[in-house]
């Protein structure tokens, strides 16, 4: 790779972070989720879901989780208002387990 080219990806990778951080002050870290152009039903099971679909559905949702760059925010908000589905790349019980590990830390 020639040092021009180098210098190009640099600065594109700035410019993205600026952006990213422009859209982090004005939307909050909502506006970078990845999960913002998906189907947010998707991350919650529905009334009398059988348990193999709800796990199909959760892995689904992590694989969105897993390449978003606001996981830690979505979590820290998931484990404040106790919500329910998928949220920061964790499930409702996954979330009590980090409660629990929190709790017995203090
Ligand atoms: S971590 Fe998952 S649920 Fe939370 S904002 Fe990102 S994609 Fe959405």
């Known amino acids: 790779m020639s040092a021009e080219t180098r210098r190009y990806l640099e600065l594109r990778a700035d410019t993205e972070l600026a952006e990213q951080e422009a859209v982090r002050r ?3 870290w909502q506006g970078l989720a990845a999960c913002r152009d998906h189907d947010v039903n998707e991350f919650y099971m529905v009334e009398r879901e059988n348990l193999s ?3 199909r559905r959760v892995w689904a949702a992590k694989q969105v989780c897993a390449g978003c760059i606001v996981k830690s925010e979505c979590l820290e908000k998931a484990l404040k208002n106790g919500e ?3 949220w920061g790349d964790t499930t409702e019980g996954e979330r009590m387990d980090i409660k629990r590990r929190r709790l017995v830390k203090r």
């Open 53 to 55: 679909s709800w796990k």
């Open 84 to 86: 329910h589905g998928v």
């Open 26 to 28: 004005e939307a909050g």
